[in-house]
């Protein structure tokens, strides 16, 4: 007897039903969550296929991946540092879910979990802030704040099943009514270490130029007193030279010192009149 072709259509789709209905597939970036009855299984599912009773039990799927927050309210928010200086901060974080099952427990969905990790932020960089004055939130601190704030809320965001990676601050503003004031005053704040500079820097130039003069004159000193050395020894031995030549020739060197004389005395269109019994003028008769 021939079966209806009608019947196998309806077996088949059947078969594929119960296929869809038993079978589930989680990738490789999921986790998942038996639900039966509305109540999660203990049995976090890996990646892989996984059977399940049809129509009883569903399936819900977490992402492995590392999540990210970001504040969209940060234009919103006004933080205050110990010395009474109101700013801005844009924060995000970077996040993950560690523990399905207890994160599906307490949070249900991304959405609540982001709601409750912008609260936890939020409340650790109020606090945080508030321990710190501004020009260490913006610059010298910076980076210890935001350790500690990761550290704190990573912390606080365990028991839901959350895993905080970081906490970083990616932009910073004042407030308009305050902006003016903080600029005025770190342009004051800018002048006075130029002017601290300066003088510093003059401080040091005039000790080098005191240096270098001090150096300059004890230099030319011991010049002046080598000079003098070497011109006292090249005068003794010229004197010593000449007392040689004297000793050997006493005539010619008397002679010599006579002409020295007479050129010396003697000027152009001049007139002198001596006694013919000058010594000189004898000499040489």
Not at 43 to 48: F, L, N, S, Y
Not at 70 to 79: G, H, K, V, W, Y
Not at 255 to 270: G, I
């Amino acid at each position: 007897m021939a079966k209806n072709p009608l019947t196998y259509v309806v077996v088949i789709f059947l078969i594929a039903l119960a296929a869809t209905q038993c079978l589930f597939i989680v990738r490789q970036t999921e986790t998942a969550l038996v639900l039966q009855l509305g109540e999660p299984l203990p049995e976090v599912r890996k990646p892989g296929l996984h059977v399940k009773l049809p129509f009883v039990q569903k399936v819900v799927y977490f992402d492995a991946r590392v999540l990210e927050y970001s504040d969209l309210r940060a234009s919103e928010r006004q933080f205050f540092t110990v010395d009474q200086k109101a700013i801005k901060l844009d924060s995000y974080a970077r996040w993950r879910i560690v523990e399905p099952l207890r994160f599906y427990k307490a949070m249900r969905s991304i959405d609540q979990a982001l709601a409750r990790i912008d609260d936890v932020v939020f409340s650790q960089l109020h606090a945080m802030v508030g321990t710190y004055t501004l020009t260490e939130v913006v610059s010298s601190h910076r980076a210890a704040i935001m350790k500690d704030v990761c550290e704190k809320v990573s912390a606080l965001m365990r028991p839901f099943g959350i895993e905080v990676l970081d906490v970083r601050i990616k932009r910073m503003d004042f407030p308009e009514q305050n902006r003016s004031a903080i600029v005025e005053r770190m342009r004051s704040d800018r002048e006075r270490e130029a002017k601290k500079y300066r003088s510093e820097g003059e401080e040091e130039s005039t000790r080098i130029r005191s240096e270098a003069d001090r150096q300059k004159a004890v230099i030319l000193a011991e010049a002046r007193r080598d000079a003098a050395v070497i011109r006292g020894r090249g005068d003794a031995d010229a004197a010593g030279i000449y007392a040689q030549a004297f000793g050997k020739a006493p005539e010619f060197y008397s002679y010599q010192r006579w002409l020295e004389a007479l050129q010396a005395s003697f000027r152009e269109r001049s007139r002198i009149v001596i006694s013919s019994e000058q010594p000189m003028l004898q000499q040489q008769r």
